[in-house]
């Protein structure tokens, strides 16, 4: 079973910097779109940013300008570059990935375990 496996994770400042990874388990056959996703408390869960496997990134109003979302398709890893962090992106962020694990297999949706970013001074 393939896992997603996140980490950068951690508290900082506001203002400061954080940089969140997350890497299949095994290796996969392929990718076709990568995201972070995060949940505050009381507050359900909502999408970050995500980058399709040709590229084309989106992202949410509230992070737009601050946060950058890349890929490494050799790593098969995707980044959650976050600048300027603010107490509201105090949440749980999660990985996902719409992948296929194997030639021939139907894509399956992935998350990955959640990963604490708490913005406080």
């Known amino acids: 079973q393939v896992q997603l496996v996140e980490s950068g994770g951690g508290l900082v400042q506001p203002g400061g910097s954080l940089r969140l990874s997350c890497v299949p388990s095994?290796?996969?056959?392929?990718?076709?779109?990568l995201g972070w996703y995060r949940r505050a408390p009381g507050k359900r869960r909502e999408l970050v940013a995500s980058i399709t496997s040709g590229g084309d990134t989106n992202y949410d109003d509230s992070v737009e300008d601050r946060f950058t979302i890349s890929k490494d398709n050799a790593k098969n890893t995707v980044y959650l570059q976050m600048n300027s962090l603010k107490p509201e992106d105090t949440a749980v962020y999660y990985c996902?990935?719409?992948?296929?694990?194997?030639?021939?297999?139907?894509?399956?949706?992935?998350w990955g375990q959640g990963t604490q970013v708490t913005v406080s001074s």
């Open positions: 996902h990935a719409a992948l296929i694990p194997r030639m021939g297999w139907q894509p399956h949706d992935y």
């Open positions: 095994e290796s996969i056959y392929s990718i076709d779109k």
